[in-house]
């Protein structure tokens, strides 16, 4: 799955700094695992326009700076609470170098939900398998290599209130940052008729979206007459008219 490349081409980047989105379920240890890599190096504020906290830290590794940015804790990103929007438009939209997912190793299933969204909106994921020693305490075993296999993203085990697995986690981030791991995520597949109606309406999207949106993502989005994605079109002179024009080619596509 992953594929080493050269780093000379990444010389320059340890001047600017990295920007980690943390996502992850509610209680599953995302401001354990932000608070032991940013240590008191810590900024609280709002969402621009939001009563929700905002949280963002910085620490540096191996010669490179990141800013962590804690996001509100959800079961998804469909954008139906103020805090999955939140969330959703900070993966999406705000365009972070990497979006580190928080997981809790003693509910896994669930979890997964989550991060399968994710890798619908990015390919530039890292999973932190956390808790894990409540999961060894409740006799479950976890098999990092076969998610790392079956997700196509690097999956690091971690019990952050002990500090187990952060460092680790941190070279891993890295790795992915310096361009040394390529991922090839797993793509959830609908049924046939939907993937017809995905691809048609994804193929007409492209022209009109910015390349970093997945067009994929933006037709599911569509589909489920969430036209949010719209206002990020780039055709900003004709913005109303392709607006209507997608709607109206979406609307086709369901018939
Ligand atoms: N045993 C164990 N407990 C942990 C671990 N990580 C976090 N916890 C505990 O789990 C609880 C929740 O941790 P938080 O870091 O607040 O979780 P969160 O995801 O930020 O929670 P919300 O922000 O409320 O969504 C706390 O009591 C932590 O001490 C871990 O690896 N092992
Ligand atoms: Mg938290």
Redesign the pocket.
Known sequence: MFKTTSLSAHSQENTRKFVIALA?N???????VFNRLTGLKQHTGNWPGKTVIKTEGTFSHRNRRYTLVDLP?TYSLHASSTDEQVARDFICFSRPDLTLV?CDATCLERNLNLVLQILEITDRVVLCV?????AERKGFRVNIDMLTHKLGIPVVG????SGRGLSRLKDVLDDMVAGKIVTTPRQVVYDPELEISINEIAKRLTPYLPDWINSRWAALRLLERDYSVLDHITDNKNKNYSQRILKEEVALCLQ
Request: a neutral charge.
């Open positions: 992850g509610p209680n599953v240890g995302k401001s354990t804790g928080v956390n808790l894990m020693d409540e971690t019990a952050a209130r």
